[in-house]
């Protein structure tokens, strides 16, 4: 109590005004030097704003003075920092004999805030020295109480003054800088805080660093209250004390804070990084400490992200490497299937492109063998020749299979098929196929699952590793097929990463030969790899059985040792569905046909080499160079039985498309592909699409007879079941096109300058049996014309040069009796505007089809 009375006495003792103001800006507390200089009583103050109690200068001088004051005030509640104003008019009410008087009077004001626990401005201690005096001598003015200034010269106090305004113009712009400053500091994203002095007082906190402060503003306060959870902590201050006294500069990562990101908010842990450094004048000691911190929370979770998927590859990395561990030579094995899968892979792609030239080569040769072949019948010299070619032909195109099966680009057709049984049934061809000094056994457990498989090629596979396994024993050992059940588990597919695991058929080939060194099984199913001498193997073997077992979806797995044999083990997928009826398979004599076959293939000489050979078994055959040109055909209206395509096609319209719309047009259409290599145009998933048949280039001509009568016989069959239509003719002959209403055959001139049209309606023509010669020009046509007769021209109207229309006036004006056909899609041009009309000429629209072809050239040769 003795201590609050002295002070009392004390504070009104002090020689200079004194005065307290709360955070309102009312008056709390005034000494007797504030009391006196104002000429108010304590009792008229206190609890009232200070606006409100002291006087006010409306005059255009004086206006300011209220302002400035405010302007001090409210820096000091807003910064918590001191604030010096210079020199501000101050108002006194002075009370006189002539009543109250209002004295102008300069006061420079110092304000120093009062802080409470939590760190905030409770209240304002003003300080004012009145300078009216120096102001006074500054302006010439004579005031009173001059008396104060006496032992000062007027130079001093001229310097004064002059100082003072400087001071306060400094201030202002100081204060504007500090507040664009501040400003900029707000807007940084990280958070700015500025400690000074040893017990490291905050003087700067921007608006980044509220929320890590819980939006408590701790300018002016010390860190220990600021952040008092701080309490204690001594490595904290340890680490502030080397930044503040030995100008360390300390970078913290990850640090974890608590922190409410909104007023109110829930407290949420985020991740920053912190840098403390030191904060001096050039030159100068140590003044404070910046710290800046920046939220990386989001960085911190992504990094963290990438490490646990990092750590959880390194651990499958580790797990994979315990495992690989276990047997370098699996290790090695592993990178071997791995560099192969690659070579098959840039192997595979060259093979893809050239594979289908290459068969259409073969095919050609081919083809033309087996025509030559029958020309040179008596001839036994030039028969042994061909021959000796074909069975290169052979060699060439089972050289493309191997090459397009390893690259798994093979055309597959797998059916459901019981092992046990495709192995028992090739017992004897594989006997034949060793020798009698090797022995064969063959091991099929009861029970077996079905797997879905290409039997064909599945046969190829067993051959080749059955051959493989006689050239390793020399011609002398033993063979065992092993045939069974397996399941592959997890564990052994983490140990062979492209397997599934689940339920396999295993087929296992076994030899007694020398076996395989390391080196030789880590290049085994490398293509054109062999140990065999120079001219006994391709070294696409055991490639083609590696391929062909990948693109069935299964698994292989060599295992073999110097002195103790190979074993080869394969794993196609177990099927759930009941095992499928053996395809009928044609043999004996070859049979032809009188159908009608639509031939469509771009490659002029691959195209000539089949019509010859279809039309030779007695099929009547149209060809096509193109989809869109086979379109124009099948829309004609001609009854065709058979659609042969090849599948790579130039044009707009791919083979498959044309195969939809051949079965639309024609539904009882029987339709055959063709291709050395198919580009996954009926191919999906190394399959061939389902009900589709294929004919892989190149092809004998029994095997093209044969697959021809099959398909034929098999739409009679389909046709026979459901039965004729109501106006379809009873005799089983082929539809054919009526006969021309001519009693003679015609021979026509067609002029049409686009080459599908010109190929399309010499077809038409021809199924009507009449003699065609086709030319481009109306230049061309009269050369014709010049050098034979002919019955018919058949021209467009639109033509390189002179037009159709010239042209068939021309013919028309001789009057040599020739008719005139114009096709046109633009109308009834045998009548243009102006001109008198054409005689003797039949307009025929476009597109037209074989009937409107037949009709027109009916209505020419009846023409007068």
Same mark, same amino acid.
């Given at each position: 109590?003795?201590?609050? #009375?002295?002070?009392?006495?004390?504070?009104?003792?002090?020689?200079?005004?004194?005065?307290?103001?709360?955070?309102?800006?009312?008056?709390?507390?005034?000494?007797?030097?504030?009391?006196?200089?104002?000429?108010?009583?304590?009792?008229?103050?206190?609890?009232?704003?200070?606006?409100?109690?002291?006087?006010?200068?409306?005059?255009?001088?004086?206006?300011?003075? @209220?302002?400035?004051?405010?302007?001090?005030?409210?820096?000091?509640?807003?910064?918590?920092?001191?604030?010096?104003?210079?020199?501000?008019?101050?108002?006194?009410?002075?009370?006189?004999?002539?009543?109250?008087?209002?004295?102008?009077?300069?006061?420079?004001?110092?304000?120093?805030?009062?802080?409470?626990?939590?760190?905030?401005?409770?209240? #304002?201690?003003? %300080?004012?020295?009145?300078?009216?005096?120096?102001?006074?001598?500054?302006?010439?003015?004579?005031?009173?109480?001059?008396?104060?200034?006496?032992?000062?010269?007027?130079?001093?106090?001229?310097?004064?003054?002059?100082?003072?305004?400087?001071?306060?113009?400094?201030?202002?712009?100081?204060?504007?800088?500090?507040?664009?400053?501040?400003?900029?500091?707000?807007?940084?994203?990280? !958070?700015?805080?500025?400690?000074? &002095?040893?017990?490291?007082?905050?003087?700067?906190?921007?608006?980044?660093? +509220? @929320?890590?402060?819980?939006?408590?503003?701790?300018?002016?306060?010390?860190?220990?209250?600021?952040?008092?959870?701080?309490?204690?902590?001594?490595?904290?201050?340890?680490?502030?004390?080397?930044?503040?006294?030995?100008?360390?500069?300390?970078?913290?990562?990850?640090?974890?804070?608590?922190?409410?990101?909104?007023?109110?908010?829930?407290?949420?842990?985020?991740?920053?990084?912190?840098?403390?450094?030191?904060?001096?004048?050039?030159?100068?000691?140590?003044?404070?400490?910046?710290?800046?911190?920046?939220?990386?929370?989001?960085?911190?979770?992504?990094?963290?992200?990438?490490?646990?998927?990092?750590?959880?590859?390194?651990?499958?990395?580790?797990?994979?490497?315990?495992?690989?561990?276990?047997?370098?030579?699996?290790?090695?094995?592993?990178?071997?299937?791995?560099?192969?899968?690659?070579?098959?892979?840039?192997?595979?792609?060259?093979?893809?492109?050239?594979?289908?030239?290459?068969?259409?080569?073969?095919?050609?040769?081919?083809?033309?063998?087996?025509? +030559?072949?029958?020309?040179?019948?008596?001839?036994?010299?030039?028969?042994?020749?061909?021959?000796?070619?074909?069975?290169?032909?052979?060699?060439?195109?089972?050289?493309?299979?191997? +090459?397009?099966?390893?690259?798994?680009?093979?055309?597959?057709?797998?059916?459901?098929?019981?092992?046990?049984?495709?192995?028992?049934?090739?017992?004897?061809?594989?006997?034949?196929?060793?020798?009698?000094?090797?022995?064969?056994?063959? #091991?099929?457990?009861?029970?077996?699952?079905?797997?879905?498989?290409?039997?064909?090629?599945?046969?190829?596979?067993?051959?080749?590793?059955?051959?493989?396994?006689?050239?390793?024993?020399?011609?002398?050992?033993?063979?065992?097929?092993?045939?069974?059940?397996?399941?592959?588990?997890? %564990?052994? !597919?983490?140990? %062979?990463?492209?397997?599934?695991?689940? %339920?396999?058929?295993?087929?296992?080939?076994?030899?007694?030969?020398?076996?395989?060194?390391?080196?030789?099984?880590?290049?085994?199913?490398?293509?054109?790899?062999?140990?065999?001498?120079?001219?006994?193997?391709?070294?696409?073997?055991?490639?083609?059985?590696?391929?062909?077992?990948?693109?069935?979806?299964?698994?292989?797995?060599?295992?073999?040792?110097?002195?103790?044999?190979?074993?080869?083990?394969?794993?196609?997928?177990?099927?759930?569905?009941?095992?499928?009826?053996?395809?009928?398979?044609?043999?004996?004599?070859?049979?032809?046909?009188?159908?009608?076959?639509?031939?469509?293939?771009?490659?002029?000489?691959?195209?000539?080499?089949?019509?010859?050979?279809?039309?030779?078994?007695?099929?009547?055959?149209?060809?096509?160079?193109?989809?869109?040109?086979?379109?124009?055909?099948?829309?004609?209206?001609?009854?065709?039985?058979?659609?042969?395509?090849?599948?790579?096609?130039?044009? @707009?319209?791919?083979?498959?498309?044309?195969?939809?719309?051949?079965?639309?047009?024609? @539904?009882?259409?029987?339709?055959?592909?063709?291709?050395?290599?198919?580009?996954?145009?009926?191919?999906?998933?190394?399959?061939?699409?389902?009900?589709?048949?294929?004919?892989?280039?190149?092809?004998?001509?029994?095997?093209?007879?044969?697959?021809?009568?099959?398909?034929?016989?098999?739409?009679?069959?389909?046709?026979?079941?459901?039965?004729?239509?109501?106006?379809?003719?009873?005799?089983?002959?082929?539809?054919?096109?009526?006969?021309?209403?001519?009693?003679?055959?015609?021979?026509?001139?067609?002029?049409?300058?686009?080459?599908?049209?010109?190929?399309?309606? !010499?077809?038409?023509?021809?199924?009507?049996?009449?003699?065609?010669?086709?030319?481009?020009?109306?230049?061309?046509?009269?050369?014709?014309?010049?050098?034979?007769?002919?019955?018919?021209?058949?021209?467009?109207?639109?033509?390189? &040069?002179?037009?159709?229309?010239?042209?068939?006036?021309?013919?028309?004006?001789?009057?040599?009796?020739?008719?005139? #056909?114009?096709?046109?899609?633009?109308?009834?041009?045998?009548?243009?505007?102006?001109?008198?009309?054409?005689?003797?000429?039949?307009?025929?629209?476009?597109?037209?089809?074989?009937?409107?072809?037949?009709?027109?050239?009916?209505?020419?040769?009846?023409?007068?």
């Amino acid at each position: 109590m003795s201590n609050l #009375i002295d002070s009392q006495k004390l504070f009104d003792s002090a020689p200079a005004p004194l005065m307290v103001l709360d955070r309102e800006l009312r008056y709390v507390a005034a000494n007797q030097a504030y009391l006196k200089a104002t000429s108010l009583r304590r009792d008229q103050i206190l609890g009232r704003n200070v606006f409100e109690v002291l006087p006010q200068d409306t005059t255009p001088s004086g206006a300011d003075g @209220p302002r400035k004051l405010r302007d001090s005030l409210e820096r000091v509640l807003a910064s918590r920092l001191p604030d010096l104003l210079a020199m501000a008019v101050q108002p006194i009410a002075r009370s006189t004999e002539q009543g109250t008087v209002l004295e102008k009077r300069f006061w420079s004001y110092s304000h120093k805030p009062l802080l409470d626990a939590a760190g905030n401005v409770a209240f #304002i201690l003003q %300080h004012a020295v009145d300078v009216t005096d120096l102001r006074a001598t500054d302006t010439g003015v004579k005031e009173p109480r001059t008396e104060r200034l006496e032992g000062v010269s007027s130079e001093q106090i001229a310097a004064l003054i002059g100082q003072a305004w400087t001071v306060q113009e400094n201030n202002q712009t100081l204060d504007h800088e500090r507040l664009f400053l501040r400003q900029l500091i707000d807007l940084l994203p990280g !958070c700015v805080g500025v400690l000074r &002095g040893p017990d490291f007082v905050f003087e700067l906190a921007n608006a980044s660093y +509220l @929320p890590y402060l819980n939006f408590r503003n701790v300018v002016g306060l010390p860190l220990n209250k600021a952040r008092p959870e701080l309490e204690g902590n001594k490595a904290v201050y340890e680490m502030l004390g080397r930044v503040l006294y030995q100008g360390e500069t300390i970078v913290m990562r990850g640090f974890k804070v608590p922190v409410r990101k909104t007023p109110g908010g829930p407290v949420e842990e985020i991740v920053a990084d912190f840098e403390y450094r030191p904060v001096r004048l050039p030159g100068g000691p140590i003044l404070a400490v910046l710290i800046y911190g920046q939220d990386v929370t989001e960085k911190t979770r992504a990094e963290e992200q990438v490490r646990h998927y990092q750590a959880h590859l390194e651990e499958l990395v580790r797990e994979r490497t315990r495992e690989l561990e276990e047997s370098e030579a699996e290790r090695r094995k592993t990178e071997a299937q791995l560099r192969q899968s690659q070579k098959m892979e840039a192997v595979g792609k060259l093979t893809g492109g050239v594979a289908h030239d290459f068969n259409n080569l073969l095919q050609v040769i081919a083809g033309n063998l087996q025509l +030559l072949q029958r020309d040179v019948v008596g001839n036994e010299r030039a028969l042994s020749r061909v021959q000796t070619a074909a069975r290169a032909v052979d060699r060439g195109a089972k050289l493309a299979s191997q +090459l397009l099966s390893f690259a798994r680009r093979q055309p597959l057709q797998p059916v459901i098929v019981n092992l046990s049984r495709l192995v028992r049934g090739m017992d004897e061809l594989l006997r034949r196929t060793l020798g009698e000094d090797v022995e064969m056994e063959t #091991i099929t457990a009861g029970g077996l699952w079905n797997t879905a498989i290409d039997p064909n090629q599945l046969e190829n596979v067993i051959i080749n590793l059955a051959v493989n396994a006689r050239d390793a024993m020399n011609n002398n050992g033993k063979l065992t097929i092993e045939v069974g059940n397996a399941v592959l588990d997890e %564990h052994y !597919c983490r140990m %062979h990463p492209e397997v599934l695991p689940g %339920h396999y058929v295993l087929l296992a080939v076994s030899d007694t030969g020398g076996g395989m060194s390391p080196e030789v099984m880590e290049r085994a199913f490398e293509p054109f790899f062999t140990t065999k001498p120079e001219g006994r193997g391709t070294g696409l073997g055991l490639s083609m059985v590696y391929g062909f077992v990948k693109q069935s979806g299964g698994h292989i797995k060599l295992y073999s040792e110097v002195g103790h044999g190979t074993t080869i083990k394969l794993y196609m997928p177990r099927a759930l569905e009941a095992e499928s009826a053996d395809a009928q398979v044609i043999t004996g004599p070859i049979e032809g046909g009188t159908e009608t076959i639509l031939v469509v293939e771009d490659d002029a000489e691959v195209r000539a080499t089949v019509v010859e050979m279809v039309s030779e078994l007695g099929y009547r055959v149209l060809k096509a160079v193109d989809a869109q040109s086979a379109l124009v055909i099948l829309q004609s209206g001609v009854p065709i039985e058979m659609l042969f395509t090849d599948v790579v096609m130039p044009g @707009p319209v791919r083979s498959p498309e044309l195969a939809k719309q051949a079965k639309v047009l024609h @539904p009882d259409i029987e339709v055959l592909f063709t291709s050395g290599y198919t580009e996954n145009a009926i191919v999906h998933g190394g399959r061939l699409d389902a009900g589709v048949q294929l004919l892989s280039k190149p092809y004998s001509r029994e095997d093209l007879a044969r697959k021809l009568r099959q398909l034929l016989n098999n739409r009679q069959q389909k046709l026979a079941v459901r039965g004729p239509p109501r106006t379809a003719p009873t005799s089983n002959t082929p539809v054919r096109p009526p006969a021309p209403a001519a009693s003679r055959r015609l021979r026509v001139l067609l002029v049409e300058d686009d080459e599908d049209v010109r190929s399309s309606a !010499c077809e038409l023509m021809d199924l009507l049996g009449h003699e065609v010669l086709a030319v481009t020009s109306a230049e061309e046509a009269k050369g014709a014309m010049a050098a034979s007769g002919f019955d018919v021209l058949f021209t467009d109207v639109t033509l390189p &040069g002179a037009s159709g229309v010239e042209l068939a006036r021309e013919v028309t004006d001789r009057k040599t009796g020739m008719k005139v #056909i114009l096709a046109s899609g633009h109308g009834n041009v045998a009548r243009p505007q102006g001109e008198a009309p054409l005689e003797g000429v039949v307009v025929l629209p476009k597109p037209y089809t074989l009937p409107q072809i037949q009709e027109a050239l009916e209505q020419a040769v009846a023409l007068p």
